[in-house]
């Protein structure tokens, strides 16, 4: 099984994966607009990997049926102001 792998011009380190290639037809229209215009970046032989887009084979693959697609998000970051108040909390 392969699957396409594009990037996002609006959003760093956010990729959507689709079954076919330039197929966007199950990706919702507000999704796609605010992923902006897609950039292949590859195909990704799903069959050869133990993990896709951060994520166990079984897990991205029953999404990928499920939706149609699977968007990957970048992690998220630990807010400084957060950790700065629980550091302050600690040392009191």
Same mark, same amino acid.
Do not use: W
């Given at each position: 099984?392969?699957? @396409? @792998? ?18 966007? #037809?199950? *990706?919702?229209? +507000?999704?796609?607009? @605010? ?8 195909? *990704? ?16 693959? @029953? ?14 970051? +630990? ?9 302050? #909390?600690?040392?009191?």
């Amino acid at each position: 099984m392969l699957c @396409a @792998a594009y990037k996002s011009i609006k959003k760093v380190d956010t990729y959507l994966y689709v079954s076919n290639k330039d197929d966007f #037809s199950k *990706v919702p229209e +507000a999704l796609l607009k @605010a992923f902006g215009t897609p950039q292949f970046v590859m195909s *990704v032989p799903v069959d050869k990997r133990e993990h896709i887009a951060q994520i166990p084979k079984s897990e991205f693959v @029953a999404k990928l049926q499920e939706q149609g697609f699977y968007l990957q998000m970048p992690p998220t970051s +630990a807010s400084l102001l957060k950790m700065h108040l629980q550091q302050q #909390s600690q040392q009191q």
